[in-house]
Antibody, heavy 117, light 107 residues
Framework: EVQLVESGGGFVQPGGSLRLSCVGS????????MTWVRQAPGRGLEWVST???????HYADSVKGRFTISRDNSKNIMSLQMNSPGADDSAVYYC???????????WGQGTVVTVSS | DIQLTQSPSSLSASVGDRVTITCRASQNLGSWLAWYQHVPPKAPKSLIYSASGLQSGAPSRFSGSGSGTDFTLTISSLQPEDFGTYYC?????????FGGGTRVEFK
């Protein structure tokens, strides 16, 4: 059974930092692109970042320069380092996986990030 | 960036109704379009890939069509578990983008 489990969410002050993690199991983690998608309160789904199996990253303009995506294929873990978050970054963050050239086939349950002073 | 415009933004329908949701892209996507169902707080669920491919595990009452800039998601006979919000998403090029969503409610 495919599983994606996010962790690391919580409260963070504006300008602080937070690290989210996603552990995958039940599929060939190293050959899948891994993605973060978020949903802010009352808003729709927003693509945040994707990292390929060979660790090539892509970012939405809204997070470029502040967030860093990484992965460790030996541990089936993907991470998102969130630096200098603002109120607009408050959201449920979902981890998703898809083969190269595929959409997001598998999703985690999400982890909540609240940016507030 | 590629913009995706979904319509309608919300709809009310009855069990057994045929439901159609459209997604229009600002650029030619070929068939690089997917559809998802989201019922918070659950994880989003993949329904359709490559515009018309039924995702493994998705019920056969869901179907997708279209190519280029105009796409459609159809639910042939709406079931109680189909309420929620539906999103189209393009994965032709970065930055990936989602449509604004279509909320499906029951009459």
């Amino acid at each position: 059974e495919v599983q994606l489990v996010e962790s690391g969410g919580g409260f963070v002050q504006p300008g602080g930092s937070l690290r989210l993690s996603c552990v995958g199991s039940g599929f060939a983690f190293g050959s899948h692109d891994m993605t973060w998608v978020r949903q802010a309160p009352g808003r729709g789904l927003e693509w945040v970042s994707t990292i390929s199996g060979s660790s090539i990253p892509h970012y939405a303009d809204s997070v470029k320069g502040r967030f860093t995506i990484s992965r460790d294929n030996s541990k089936n873990i993907m991470s998102l380092q969130m630096n200098s978050p603002g109120a607009d970054d408050s959201a449920v963050y979902y981890c998703a996986a898809g083969c190269f050239g595929c959409p997001f086939d598998f999703w985690g349950q999400g982890t909540v990030v609240t940016v507030s002073s | 960036d590629i913009q995706l415009t979904q319509s309608p933004s919300s709809l009310s329908a009855s069990v057994g109704d045929r439901v159609t949701i459209t997604c229009r892209a600002s650029q030619n996507l070929g068939s690089w379009l997917a559809w998802y169902q989201h019922v918070p707080p659950k994880a989003p669920k993949s329904l359709i890939y490559s515009a018309s491919g039924l995702q493994s595990g998705a019920p056969s009452r869901f179907s997708g069509s279209g190519s280029g800039t105009d796409f459609t998601l159809t639910i042939s006979s709406l079931q109680p578990e189909d309420f929620g919000t539906y999103y189209c998403q393009q994965y032709q090029s970065y930055p990936f983008t989602f449509g604004g969503g279509t909320r499906v409610e029951f009459k």
